[in-house]
C-alpha cells in the first residue's frame, strides 16, 4: 500500500511538473518573485493588482492562461491534461506550427499492476516525414501534453 501512495504522489509531482513546463515553454509563464507563482506573460506586478478584488480584465491572462486565480489572486497554471478549455489551446498551438504532418493515439498494452480499465495511451505527433515525436500517459489529454512539451523542447530527437 506504501508504494502505491508513493507511485501516485510521484504520478502527481510529474503531472504538476508537466503543466509548468508546458506554460513556461509555449505560453512564456515565468515565475515571479512578488507573487510566489508562476505567472504568464503581462501579468501585473503585485502593487498595482490588489489581487483577490480585480477580476481577469487585466492584460496577464492572455493565450496559454485560463484566467483562473486562486484565493490569494494568483495566477493558476492551466491543467492542460484535464481541463478541455486549456486542452484546446494545446490543439491549437499544435495545429498553427507550420511544419505539423498529424497527430494520432495509439493504445499501449496495460501493464499488470494497473488498475481495471485503465488504457496507457501514446500520442504520436509527425512533424515531418521523418520526424516523430511521441509523449505516453494514462489518458488522451496527458498523452498529448507530454507529447506537446516534447515538441516544443529544443532537444527533441529525429527519428528515422
Known amino acids: 500500500m506504501a508504494d502505491t501512495i508513493a507511485e501516485g504522489f510521484a504520478r502527481e509531482r510529474a503531472h504538476r511538473q508537466l503543466l509548468i513546463d508546458l506554460a513556461r515553454h509555449l505560453f512564456g509563464w515565468e515565475w515571479r518573485q512578488e507573487w510566489q507563482a508562476w505567472c504568464p506573460p503581462g501579468w501585473p ?16 491572462a492572455g493565450y496559454g492562461s485560463s484566467g483562473r486565480r486562486d484565493g490569494r489572486g494568483r495566477p493558476i497554471i492551466p491543467d492542460y491534461c484535464c481541463d478541455p478549455k486549456a486542452t484546446e489551446i494545446l490543439w491549437q498551438w499544435l495545429h498553427a506550427q507550420p511544419e505539423m504532418q498529424g497527430v494520432r493515439f495509439v493504445p499501449l498494452p496495460i501493464p499488470p499492476d494497473s488498475l481495471q480499465g485503465v488504457t496507457p495511451w501514446r500520442c504520436e505527433i509527425v512533424v515531418e516525414p521523418h520526424w516523430l515525436i511521441t509523449g505516453a500517459g494514462d489518458t488522451h489529454r496527458e498523452a498529448l501534453g507530454y507529447a506537446v512539451l516534447a515538441l516544443a523542447t529544443p532537444h527533441a530527437a529525429c527519428v528515422g
Open 45 to 60: 506586478s503585485l502593487e498595482v493588482n490588489n489581487a483577490p478584488s480585480r477580476d481577469k480584465r487585466h492584460g496577464g
